[in-house]
């Protein structure tokens, strides 16, 4: 009968059945084990790097109740997983040495880290100019071509954030220098831990956490800031109002704020197209970010154009197109013929353009630029941007046409990474049980807008600093705090300025010296009047291994210039003397007329003085102040012309004599 017929088929679709059941079971047992069972966090990792001379800490969690294991070199440690499942052990203190397998056991569960090194661990913070990469520096072919070294580790945690303190990091792996992974290691951490390999000869790991434009707030701990949860939803209220307040500027400007880019369509550029009526568009100066233009806190799409001339000769030889600066990625047309595409804030645009994309007459550029966060649109120095045919430079339209292609908005875009305590939570916090060295700090630009900003600077450093030593448990204790001065930024003043940001958050880093085991690189000859990204990386990493050298390891070296001791004044002249001059002050190159001296009377009226080497002072003087009262050096924004150096060859640092 039919029902026996059927029979074999309904038995085969229940075992079917049942076994997709007994699988699904399996699986989401499986999926609890493996939640609730042994795991380490992300900092763990095969190549990584465990600090010498101090209990090698492991910690993790397991199924509560479990029994942890862990075995070195040697040396063995247990330890019992807590209610949470939370476990931590040590080893015993190890020499520098390795490669060693990390061994870590519970239950039936088992991690084997292999070629684990030890040696130290030094973490590098801070915002872009040390998040800037070893491909974007000095003489980049060359660096990355000779990187290879099997001692020296890299870990990167990744960009994120989070209202509460959080255990682990997103991700991030270990590194081990090479030809195939230097080009993206932090490029001062690199140069850093180079030079202390070549000094100390022991294996050197950088554990790298910053986030372009952040604010030094964001890096401290709610308590080091004093806030409670209520301060602190009062902050991200705040926020929140912010970014509401900041669409409605641009929808009164805009319209509706559009949420397609209306410039490409189906993959086409159709305002990069040359007979493109963009007579409606708005006017833009260029080179000049647009949020100070009125599109502030906009992240997004925008499209630029502009129009140039070339005679016949010019377009049958092809030009070059230098585009200065762009914030973030762009992609540029002439005539509506591709000549480029560039991903990265940080990388200069310059583009060839072949004579078949050209015509004598007049020529379209269109360019395309997309933002993610923070400052958008092409900037730089206005030198940067220009059209060079035959050889012959000339610059580009100073006003280009602009148009809105799309807009974002939300806590994810330019303010997340200045909100006090998010990127502490998520980029610092799970770091505090690991054993360090010690820190490299580089950030301060985003905290320089003014003066007042800047002034605040000087308590916030000296409180990130403690507040780190008191919250770093993996390395208890006063450990060595290092940072890079600021360089020189901006517009180079044409008369001493009274004020300066810069030159005050310069003032405030400096302040945090009184602190122990402290120490600064200056980097005031380094920098570039109309690049926020210097590219000399190799000078603030070699600065920062001397000083290194000095505190953190007790040698005799010479890390620090220059650094004014006193002055005394004799009639008209000022003559100042400078600690670190051992030897006497070098002027470099010789023989060229010093400067960056300011020098005032009592009305407080700044003006460039003349200034002379005497051994290890300087005397300065000007005609224009018959009674001098205080003197300032290189304390400007952007000062130019430093030529004042010890024989070790560091420059003399920012400083001024005044308190005005």
């Not at 005394?568 to 010093?594: F, K, M, N, W, Y």
Request: aromatic share 8%; hydrophobic share 40%.
């Amino acid at each position: 009968m039919s029902v026996g017929r059927d029979h074999p088929i309904r038995i085969a679709r229940l075992l079917r059945i049942l076994c997709i059941a007994v699988g699904m079971v399996m699986a989401a047992t499986a999926a609890r084990a493996q939640e609730a069972g042994l795991r380490l966090p992300r900092i763990f990792g095969d190549g990584m790097v465990m600090q010498r001379g101090s209990p090698v800490a492991v910690w993790g969690w397991a199924s509560p109740g479990d029994a942890v294991r862990i075995s070195m070199a040697g040396r063995a440690a247990s330890a019992t997983a807590d209610g949470e499942g939370r476990w931590k052990a040590a080893l015993p203190a190890l020499s520098a040495g390795g490669p060693y397998a990390l061994n870590v056991t519970a239950g039936d569960d088992r991690v084997v880290l292999r070629d684990v090194l030890v040696g130290d661990v030094w973490v590098a913070s801070g915002q872009s100019n040390m998040e800037w990469h070893v491909d974007q520096a000095n003489d980049a072919a060359r660096e990355i071509a000779a990187s290879a070294d099997a001692r020296l580790r890299h870990f990167t945690v990744p960009n994120s954030w989070d209202e509460r303190p959080r255990d682990d990091v997103v991700g991030g792996r270990w590194e081990t220098a090479s030809p195939s992974t230097v080009g993206h290691f932090s490029a001062v951490a690199y140069f850093f831990a180079r030079d202390l390999r070549r000094e100390l000869g022991v294996p050197i790991g950088i554990i790298h956490t910053s986030w372009s434009g952040s604010n030094i707030e964001t890096w401290m701990s709610r308590e080091a800031h004093g806030l409670t949860d209520s301060s602190f939803a009062a902050v991200m209220a705040g926020e929140r109002a912010r970014v509401d307040s900041v669409r409605a500027s641009l929808q009164a400007r805009l319209g509706s704020l559009p949420e397609v880019d209306g410039g490409m369509v189906d993959g086409r550029s159709a305002w990069a197209a040359p007979e493109l009526n963009d007579s409606d568009w708005a006017e833009i100066a260029v080179p000049r970010l647009w949020e100070e233009q009125g599109y502030a806190g906009m992240d997004g799409v925008a499209w630029y154009r502009t129009a140039f001339t070339l005679t016949e000769a010019e377009a049958r030889g092809g030009i070059t197109l230098s585009l200065g600066m762009i914030d973030d990625n762009d992609i540029a047309w002439v005539n509506g013929v591709e000549i480029g595409r560039t991903n990265g804030y940080s990388r200069r645009r310059v583009y060839q353009v072949p004579a078949s994309a050209l015509h004598v007459g007049r020529n379209v550029l269109a360019g395309r630029v997309e933002d993610g966060a923070g400052g958008g649109g092409i900037y730089g120095a206005p030198e940067t941007v220009y059209l060079e045919a035959g050889g012959a430079r000339r610059p580009l339209d100073a006003r280009w046409r602009f148009r809105v292609g799309r807009v974002t908005l939300g806590q994810d875009g330019q303010r997340i990474n200045k909100i006090p305590t998010i990127l502490y939570n998520r980029m610092i916090h799970p770091l505090l049980q690991f054993p360090i060295r010690g820190v490299i700090w580089y950030q301060g630009e985003s905290n320089a807008n003014n003066d007042a900003q800047a002034r605040a600077y000087r308590a916030q450093l000296a409180g990130l600093i403690s507040s780190w030593r008191r919250e770093w448990t993996g390395a208890p204790g006063r450990f060595p705090f290092l940072w890079a001065q600021l360089p020189n930024f901006g517009t180079p003043d044409r008369v001493p300025p009274a004020s300066a940001g810069w030159a005050l958050l310069r003032e405030s880093q400096a302040a945090a010296l009184h602190l122990p085991r402290t120490g600064q690189a200056v980097t005031i000859d380094v920098g570039e009047a109309g690049n926020l990204h210097p590219p000399n990386k190799q000078d603030v990493g070699r600065r920062l291994a001397l000083v290194a050298r000095e505190v953190a390891y007790g040698q005799r070296v010479e890390s620090s210039g220059p650094t004014y001791r006193r002055h005394t004044i004799d009639g008209g002249r000022v003559t100042v003397e400078l600690a670190h001059a051992e030897g006497g002050l070098q002027v470099r190159p010789s023989g060229v007329p010093i400067a960056g001296f300011a020098i005032a009377g009592a009305d407080r009226r700044w003006v460039w003085a003349q200034a002379r080497v005497e051994g290890s002072r300087v005397v300065v003087w000007s005609d224009a102040v018959p009674n001098p009262v205080a003197v300032r050096y290189a304390w400007s924004n952007s000062p130019v012309g430093l030529v004042l150096y010890n024989r070790e060859g560091l420059p003399a640092a920012p400083f001024r004599t005044d308190d005005w």
